[in-house]
């Protein structure tokens, strides 16, 4: 149920209305727009159709939420959710963000020559894995907390902020020791207990979809989140399982026009996994942003052919920097800037 309240609705009424459901049984979030402020309840809906909540006072009107994610969708929040990374860095403005880096952090001045390289193209975010999920046990599993270092140092070096995967609640703590978003790969992303702690902390989160879920489910898994109180919240297509098997995964375009319908939270679109294949990278990182996505994150390794993991979908600095070059005349096009 959203409850939206007149424009000159003051702090008094905004209150009452949060006093009166609190009472029955609801957990009201307020979101405060440029024309109006919505107030979102969660909880029994039930004891709402005793209680006509239109005569409150401040009250226009009172809308029941035909979709099953409320603080997630448009209708709670009609405006774009911007997400402050750091100082220099926020996801879902006019600037589209490029997160870059290895798929997974090797060393410490591997780690800190691609973020020189990755920032001097463009890039604003670095991106490394330190716990990884791979499918076989048998492969390079992420150096851990020494990962974690190296990221920071390279990051703090080159100024850029970084972005890592959590896979275990366990390492949640550590994690946002050493990082500025924390990342919740494809293969977690119904991991409600994960979800419920990274609803807890105060520190943008970023959603992979999931490889064979549907935008609803995603959706629904961002709605654990924000219900647990955080609404920084970025969703990330990253390509989904289809019956095609000449790239790696099929990137559901179709998914950026139809999130930024029904959800105000940014979105990026990762085109290294959402293809696996190198040379497809460039061509729809551009698809990409002609659909409207608010970023990217692409994987890039000095050496592609040596990297520990994803080296078929990883571009290497050079071929970076011609990417990010096409990409501006693209942003361009559509309103947005990259550079
Ligand atoms: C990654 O970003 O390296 C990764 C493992 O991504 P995903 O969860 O999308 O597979
Ligand atoms: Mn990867």
Redesign the pocket.
């Known amino acids: 149920m959203i409850i939206v309240l007149k424009s000159g609705a003051t702090e008094e009424q905004i209150q009452h209305i949060v006093d009166k459901t609190k009472k029955m049984g609801l957990k009201a979030n307020i979101s405060r727009g440029v024309e109006r402020t919505v107030i979102g309840l969660i909880g029994p809906e039930d004891v709402l159709r005793v209680t006509p909540l239109e005569v409150f006072p401040g009250v226009e009107k009172v809308i029941p939420v035909l979709a099953p994610y409320r603080l997630v969708s448009r209708e709670f929040k009609k405006e774009n959710t911007v997400v402050k990374v750091s100082k220099q860095v926020s996801v879902g403005g006019r600037k589209i963000v490029v997160m870059a880096g290895p798929?997974s952090v090797e060393s410490a001045k591997g780690m800190r020559d691609i973020a020189r390289k990755v920032k001097q193209a463009g890039a604003t975010v670095l991106r490394g894995?330190a716990f990884k999920?791979r499918t076989s046990p048998y492969d390079f599993q992420g150096l851990g907390e020494e990962g974690l270092k190296y990221l920071q140092e390279a990051g703090r070096a080159h100024d850029l902020a970084t972005i890592t995967?959590v896979m275990d609640p366990r390492h949640l703590e550590l994690v946002c020791k050493y990082t500025d978003i924390i990342?919740i790969?494809?293969?977690n992303m119904q991991n409600f207990s994960l979800l419920n702690e990274v609803g807890r902390i105060k520190k943008p989160v970023m959603l992979?979809r999931g490889i064979s879920a549907t935008v609803k489910e995603w959706l629904m898994s961002a709605e654990y989140i924000l219900s647990n109180g955080n609404f920084e919240v970025i969703l990330c297509e990253?390509g989904i399982r289809t019956f095609e098997t000449a790239t790696r995964n099929t990137l559901d375009i179709n998914a950026v026009p139809l999130v930024k319908q029904l959800s105000h939270l940014p979105i990026i679109v990762?085109p290294s996994?959402g293809t696996g294949v190198r040379e497809l990278v460039g061509s729809i990182a551009k698809a990409g942003i002609a659909a409207g996505c608010d970023g990217l994150m692409i994987e890039v390794h000095e050496n592609p052919e040596e990297a520990l993991s994803?080296g078929p979908q990883s571009l290497n600095p050079k071929d970076f920097s011609a990417v990010m070059k096409d990409l501006e005349k693209v942003a361009g096009a559509v309103s947005r800037t990259i550079l």
């Open positions: 798929c894995g999920p995967e990342q790969g494809a293969r992979k990253r990762d996994h994803d």
